[in-house]
T-cell receptor
């Protein structure tokens, strides 16, 4: 699986959009970008995934650059409950392995 | 129902004890996983079961013994653990097969302390 690079930490004001970047410059054509988050003392939670098109669901939006070498997870209106570690993971669809990098610790500030 | 249930939530054991961690899901998922997470570190994959058969063992020491008695249950048997094995143990499940989104759903974990 391709390696991902994320900033160690970010802050975001409550109610504002949180934009979390991820670099995956060695991504292959058959690899998807997945985002999970882990709130303190809980198990990781799936957020969204995509291949090359932008995706949106009830939790977030995923913007993937045209060359697929980077992506951004957008939480449109961050709340205090969005404070968590966000993991960007690249892997082949259908593969059973899921390798977490170090992630971005997002702190939403009142 | 997207719940993965892990028991117990907390476990303290001595190095000579034998204990088991349990995981249960009723989503019809045929892949189940064990992860280990040390404090302030990301989860690390330990084992993967696919259709009740062990498909991936990430070079985990034999003092950890997984078992998948049926498609809904996953156990992790612990024996002769070391203090450095203290961690949060996470269970997950997902669909398998071609075309599956393969989204993993995680339990809340068992926090294990080895004395």
């Amino acid at each position: 699986d391709a390696k991902t690079t994320q900033p160690t930490s970010m802050d975001c004001a409550e109610g504002r959009a949180a934009n979390l970047p991820c670099n995956h410059s060695t991504i292959s054509g058959n690899e998807y970008v997945y985002w999970y988050r882990q709130i303190h003392s809980q198990g990781p939670q799936y957020i969204i995934h995509g291949l090359k098109n932008n995706e949106t669901n009830e939790m977030a939006s995923l913007i993937i650059t045209e060359d697929r070498k980077s992506s951004t997870l957008i939480l449109p209106h961050a709340t205090l409950r969005d404070t968590a570690v966000y993991y960007c993971i690249v892997r082949v669809a259908g593969a059973n392995n899921l390798f977490f990098g170090t992630g971005t610790r997002l702190t939403v500030i009142p | 129902d997207t719940e993965v249930t892990q028991t117990p939530k907390h476990l303290v054991m001595g190095m000579t004890n034998k204990k088991s961690l349990k995981c249960e899901q009723h989503m019809g998922h045929r892949a189940m996983y064990w992860y280990k997470q040390k404090a302030k570190k990301p989860p690390e994959l330990m084992f993967v079961y696919s259709y009740e058969k062990l498909s991936i063992n990430e070079s985990v020491p034999s003092r950890f013994s997984p078992e998948c008695p049926n498609s809904s249950l996953l156990n992790l048997h612990l024996h002769a653990l070391q203090p450095e094995d203290s961690a949060l143990y996470l269970c997950a499940s997902s669909q398998v097969g071609r075309g599956a989104k393969n989204i993993q759903y995680f339990g809340a974990g068992t926090r294990l302390s080895v004395l």
